[in-house]
Every structure is written in C-alpha cells, then in structure tokens.
C-alpha cells in the first residue's frame, strides 16, 4: 500500500514537471496542441455538414428501409475509432481504390478518418431531435404551408442550440480518440502527431512529463468544450425560450 | 457567425497539408521500427540530412514485420529496418532496388534486480535463455514481428527452445513496441530482450537492469532499402536515393557515430564504403 | 385592410359531404354535412369530445376523412389557429415573416408590423416569441394566419387556457378581422363566448351535427332537445 503512494506521488512529482513544460510554451507541444485542434475542428466541420442534413432528412421522409436505416446509424455511434481508422486506411493506401490521391500518413487523412467516426453520432442524434420537434410541428408547419425542403431548413435552424450541443458531442468524441489517427495518420513527428497519439507513444517510452501535461491539455480542452455546450443551452434557455 | 468559425477551421485544415505531387512539396515516407525511432536517432539524424538537402523524412514507426508490409504496399519510399533475413527477401521479391548495411548496435536481455533466473552478468545468451526456461521465469516477448522479435526468436532456437510455438504460462506477448514491452517488464518483474539504444534513453526503468550483454550473436545489423519504383512507380526515387546516399555517405556515418545518449554512442556505422550507387 | 379580397366572393366557401372519421375503432365523426358560407362568424358549438377538433382539421386538409367528401371553393386560401399554437424559435416579428415567406408573399417590415398592430403586438416585435405570455402567443397565432392573407380562419378553442382579460383581446381581434371580410369559423365550448360571438351556430354532439342555426335563432330558441339541455349548463353525455 505504501508503495502504491510512493509510486503515486512519483507520479504527480512527473505531473509537476509536466506543468513546467506547460508554462514554458513548449514549442513541441504547441504544434502537436495546434495540429490535434486544426484535425478534429475540421473533422467536426465536415461531419456536420454532412450528418446534420442526413439526420434531417431521414427525420423527416418517408422511404423504404427507413427503419433499417434508422438503426444502422444509431449502431454507428458505437463505431470503434479503430475500425474507422482501419476502413479509411484500406481506401487511402497505395493499394486500395483511392491510393492515388496519396493521402495516407497526412492530416487530411486523419481529418476523413475522424470525420467517418462522428457522422453517424451526429447523424443519429440530429435525426433524434429533429424528429422530435417535428412531432411538435407537424401540424403548425403543415397548416402554414411548409413545403418538404422548407421543412429541412426550419427546424434545422429551430433546433439549432440542440445541434450545437450535438456537434460538440461529435468534437468531444474525436478529440478524445487515438485509434483512427494512429492508423492513418502514423504519429509521424511533426506531421500527424496529435495530443493523442503523442500520449500513446510517450506513455510507452516511459515519458511521462509530456504524457502527463499533454493529457492536462487534453482534458482542459474537453471539460472546456463540455462548458460551452452547458453554457449555450443555459443562453438558449433565458433568450430563445 | 459560426459558419465563418467553421470556414476557418476547414481552411486551416487544407492549408496545415501540403497536398502531394506539388513540386516544392521535398518529402519522403521512410518506414522504419519503433526502437529506432525511440532511440532517437531520427530525432539527431534528420535535422542534418533536412538542412543539408531540405528534404521532410516522415518517418513511420512500426515493427520490423509492417514497416516491410508498408513498403511492400507503396505506402513509403524507403525502408530502414534492422532484420537481414527479411530485407534480403524484400529484395528478391522485387520490392527493394538493392540492400544496404548502414550501421549495428547490440541487444541487451533486462531483468529484474532480483533476477530469479541467476543469470545477472553472464556474457552468454543462450546458456541465459535455457536458465529462464529451466526456471520458468518471467519473460516478455515483443510478438509483433518486428527486428527485436525476430532476433529474440532465433536466440530461443539457437538455444533449441520454442516457447512461441509452446506458449508456457511464464512466456508472455504483448505485440506491441519495445516501450511498452519494458514497461510491462517492468511491471512484471519479467526478463526481456530490449535494443541498447531504448534501453538508455528508456525513462521509466523501475526494478529493471541489464542481466546479458555482449554476445556476438547479440549484434543488430540495421539495412536501408529504396523502395522499388519498378513496383511502385509513383515512390519519390530521387528524393529517397538521397536519402539513402547520405546515410550511407560519410556525412550521415558521422552523424550517426556523433549520436549519443548519457554520453554513449548507441549505433556503430558500418556501410561498407564505395557500396552507393545510383538506382538503376 | 387585412384581406385581399376577390372581386367577387363565393358564397359558399367550403361543402362537407357525409363526412366520417375514424381513428383506430373509434368513430369520431358520423355522417357530417355542413356547408360553410362567407360572411357570417361560425361558431362550432358542443361538449369536449364532440369532435369539435377533427372537424376544423378535417376542414383545413390536415387530415382526410374516413368516408364521404370535402369540397373547396377553387384558390381558397385558409389558414388555421391551434389550441395551443407552437412559436418558432425566433422573434415575433420573424414568426410572422417565416409565414409570409412560406406563402410566398412580400415579408418587408412594413407589412410584419401592419400584421402585428392588428393583434396588438407591434411593441413585442423583437421579443423571443417563446417567451410571449398564453394570450400574446394565441394573438401571435392569429397574426400569422393573417399573415397568409386567407379568406377563412379556422380557430380550435383558441382562448381555452385564457384567462378573461386575453380572452377579451382575443375576441376583438376576432370580431375586427371577421368585419374586414374574412370568414371566421371558431369552436368553442364556452357559451357565453358562442352568445358573443356566433353569427352563426354549429352544433356538435358525439359527432354528428346536431343543430345548424343563425346565432339569435339557437340561443333564443334551440330545436334539440341536446342543445335545450347544453344551454341550460347540463352535460350532455
């Protein structure tokens, strides 16, 4: 038991050291802070622009197979980052059908890999809501005139706080993976090391001060992003109603 | 107002990524191991041939066993790994222009302080091995095909054992890096097979020492391949025999030779000289 | 002027014909005929569960009927208020724009507060519509069916969670929109409200239309005996 103390605070001794690193604006951790935002930021940007249209519009039609599909993409939410990344490195590699736009072991990769996983999350959770608020809608839209497309665009933008709160979702899961941009991006120093990634390798040299206060930051960024989706849904609360 | 963010970010994105085949783009995918570049070789190495040439190396790090299977795919330009029997069969297969000695180092076999096979300061592996074996002491194999694996696998058979194929309880692995590997040694009070070079640069050492070193048959012959454009005709074959001209130049031998940590050289070069020629 | 009125008004605006509902096995509708002319304010008249709802729905197109028909004067353009109308997400005056635009007619300012003056509402303009009182959203309601320059409003019960005060304001905006010349057709099961209002009474019972009268005409002399019964303050099972 002793030991497990000992070893503990050997541990948040490396942690202190770590805040060293974090003062001192370390030039390496910053670019690796910088990439990991710029590849999960975009990841979310795209899967947003696709996900929240696609959750929209299966919410709202009516076609065959909807069910299933309805299904397949709340089981997608559970993706392993892992298999997203394995899926997008079997396209990317010179072997595999996209091969020749030569994007394995780039950012751009890690950034499709990244956004394949949180699609269906955000997808799935707009199709929830939109659903919803057409329960509500129906027949008010209906009574206005609202054509089908019209639809879309109105309660995409009426649900708009909620979808705030989806695509931080989908930003919290991508920070916060390691398996889809080790595969495809490689952890190549100074290219597609993320905050991840670079925990991943550092932890298992033995290097714990980087791990350590890379994980800080990390865990400073999520907790962030999980204040400001509070902080949007308390503003929607008190303004929009 | 959010859209603009959005914008932004993406743009950023697309600008953070030099997209490839522009001409300024001067890289190269070099696949090599995880011990090598844990040692941190590249990280002293690479600055010099970059401000030399002003050629990016990206350096993918992975076992023996993928970083070929990476080359093999056309995934990287060169290959630099330290397992002879397989990089001389990457050539015959057709994947590699031609193989090149670059430079050794040596393996050491770590084991707890206590060492409860009793081998602590014996110059002789296998004797070490059949100790662990007759004592069933903890041991942790890479299992991952890389060069470490592969040496540790033909030390247990010139010691006529085979404990990969029998998996005894005391015999675990772990595929995964040399790091990790030490780490879980450590861990478990095991006896593992580790590279000099990760060994001292290895931060987290615990319990752990170095049980068996200098045995010849503990030498770690490291080559460089140029991926073979005949295969793959899109590898950057000029950039990538660049690389593997200096390297095998003396100017790269003397950046290796000057690679130290805690004051000891890891890597001794020995290419052999006049051996550089241009890919055909 | 609230409405652009045709040149020349249909006198009959809107025909149901043996009109039936069914939802599941309930019968919510049974053999319905009524025929709805411009001019006079309809009052929808009966207990809860009368069918009071689906008849005004039914009118509107929201559902279809389980049998017979419903035939509508060409181009008639109807727009309807809910019990309890559901506001946008946005100001009052984008309520009103969002239907203007969704009907495809001119949505400057000019017009969202010519529309939101005739409900009382132009100093609440840019006021979340959410956060709008029960009766400010209910005149909200009314001024985005307004909005849509309709020669008929449907109105479910509109003042049904009121209290007096909004009832009032309610009821005069009703009674000054019926007098620019559209044709107000509103349920209620409030009989004071019906005595205020109704130039012209429907009455429902367990959903069939039991009496169809001018207002003056059932209050003062009811035929049925349901209706006697109703105006008496007696439930009607």
Known sequence: MVRVVNVFLERVLDGTGAFDLLISGNATLFAIVRLSLIVTLAATALAGLIGLPLGAVVALTRFPGRNALVVVLNGLMGLPPVVAGLAIFLLLSRTGPLGSLGLLFTPTAMIIAQAVLITPIIAALARQVIEDLWAEYRDELTAIGVGPAQRVTTLLWDARFSLVTILLAGFGRAAAEVGAVMIVGGNIDGFTRVMTTTIALETSKGNLALAISLGLVLIAIIMAVNAFAWGVRQWAERHAG | ?280 | MLAKLEPTIPAVLLRLQGVSYRAGSTLILDDVSLSLDSGPRTILMGPNGSGKTTLLKLAMGLIDPSAGSIETSPHLRAAFVFQRPVMLRRSVAENVAFVRTAARLPFDTQTVVRLLTVVGLRDLADRPARKLSGGEQQRLAIARALAREPALIFLDEPTASLDPASTKAIEDVVVSVAASGVKIVMSTHDIGQARRLASDVVFLVKGRVVEHASGPAFFAAPATDAAKRFLAGELVI
């Open chain 2, 1 to 280: 107002m959010r859209i603009r963010q959005i914008a932004l970010a993406v743009a950023l994105a697309l600008s953070a990524h030099a997209s490839p085949g522009q001409a300024q783009d001067k890289s190269i995918v070099v696949a090599s191991t995880t011990s090598t570049q844990d040692s941190g070789l590249f990280g002293h190495i690479l600055p010099l041939f970059k401000a030399k040439t002003g050629i990016d190396v990206k350096v993918i790090a992975q076992g023996t066993g993928q970083a070929l299977d990476t080359a093999r795919r056309g995934d990287a330009d060169v290959v630099f790994v330290h397992a002879k029997p397989q990089e001389e069969r990457f050539v015959a297969e057709g994947f590699g222009v031609q193989r090149f000695d670059v430079m050794y180092n040596d393996f050491v076999l770590i084991g707890p302080k206590a060492d409860p096979a009793k081998i602590k300061g014996s110059k002789d592996i296998v004797a070490a091995l059949k100790a662990i074996h007759a004592t069933a002491s903890p041991f942790v194999s890479r299992g991952d095909r890389s060069g470490t694996h592969i040496a540790e696998l033909a030390l247990w058979k010139a010691a006529a054992l085979d404990p990969a194929t029998e998996k005894p309880a005391w015999y675990r692995q772990i595929g995964q890096g040399m790091g990790a590997a030490l780490n879980t040694s450590g861990a478990m009070a095991a006896y593992v097979l580790s590279d000099r070079g990760t060994w001292i640069a290895y931060k987290n050492k615990l319990d752990l020492d170095i049980a068996v070193e200098g045995d010849t048959l503990l030498f770690n012959q490291y080559g460089i391949m140029l991926v073979n454009p005949a295969k793959h005709p899109h590898v950057k074959k000029d950039l990538g025999q660049a690389f593997v001209d200096w390297v095998l130049s003396a100017e790269g031998q003397n950046a290796i030779r000057s690679y130290k940590i805690e004051g000891q050289q890891l890597f001794f070069p020995n290419a052999k000289p006049g051996q550089m020629k241009k890919a055909g």
